[in-house]
């Protein structure tokens, strides 16, 4: 008696089985339809770069899947190649949209291996025309790798020469990390290295503070500036 029950619980579980692989199987065949196909593509965020129809044309046969089947991961990542995306996310709206919110990067200078440099310290790969919508660009140059630290002594250099009007257009630094600066006046300055650490923006400090006194010297005004000797600095004047 015992047997014959446990028969017939393994023809049941046999069949359970059999009827789930069926269902399993139709749900996959009808998740492939093309009746899930995303037919249209929305952009959202402060986007000045990207649009829809470009965005579509950069990942055209970079994603597979539809609605059911999409990895969302891989779509962000995809997404993420498009020139100017800085960061996606990407999600399913029923039936048949993806919504991709993008952040782009927002261009501060052009390092000097072509490539766009963002605010963020982010060297990234975009056509420099498309970039002055926020204004002029810093000419940066140096080492990839010191591209954050040449935003952030950017933003520095900036502060310290505020109170002379004068705007940083290009930032250098040297294999060794000795920093260079060249402002709108035209004016260049050697900053050296940064030893001890604070030493670079200390050194800008004091010329900012002997400007006017410097500038009161000569009826022309300084150009170029070398600020790496230890107890003072060097000073050329224009012609």
């Known amino acids: 008696m015992n047997s014959l029950r446990l ?3 393994a023809t049941r579980l046999i069949v359970l089985l059999a009827i789930l692989l069926a269902l399993v199987q ?15 593509v929305e ?15 950069a990942i055209a046969g970079r994603l597979a899947g539809n609605y059911f089947t999409l990895r969302l991961d891989e779509a962000r990542r995809a997404v993420e190649t498009v020139p100017w995306v800085a960061q996606a996310t990407v999600r399913r709206v029923w039936p048949d949209l993806m919504v991709v919110e993008l952040t782009e ?53 900036t502060a310290a020469l505020a109170p002379l009007g004068h705007k940083v257009e290009q930032v250098q630094v040297s294999e060794r990390q000795s920093w260079s600066l060249a402002t709108d006046a035209p004016l ?5 290295r940064d030893e001890p ?3 670079v923006e200390q050194r800008l400090r004091q010329i900012v503070a002997a400007y006017p006194q ?26």
């Not at 065949?29 to 249209?40: N, Y």
């Not at 260049?188 to 050296?192: E, S, Y």
């Not at 410097?214 to 107890?231: E, Q, T, V």
Request: charged share 20%.
């Open 197 to 199: 650490p604070g030493q």
């Open 43 to 57: 952009v959202r965020g402060d986007v000045r770069h990207v649009t829809s129809a470009e965005l579509r044309a």
């Open 26 to 40: 139709v749900a996959r065949w009808v998740a492939q339809r093309p009746w899930f196909d995303f037919k249209r």
């Open 214 to 239: 410097l500038a009161a010297h000569s009826s022309h005004p300084p150009r170029r500036i070398d600020a790496r000797y230890p107890n003072g600095f060097a000073v050329a004047f224009a012609p």
């Open 105 to 157: 990067h927002r261009a501060l200078g052009l390092w000097d291996d072509g490539r766009l440099v963002s605010d963020a310290g982010v060297l990234f790969t975009a056509n420099p025309a498309e970039a002055e919508v926020y204004g002029p660009l810093v000419e940066f140059g140096g080492p990839p790798a010191l591209a954050g630290e040449a935003v952030r002594r950017h933003a520095a250099f």
């Open 188 to 192: 260049q300055v050697q900053l050296g």
């Open 7 to 9: 028969i017939q619980w």
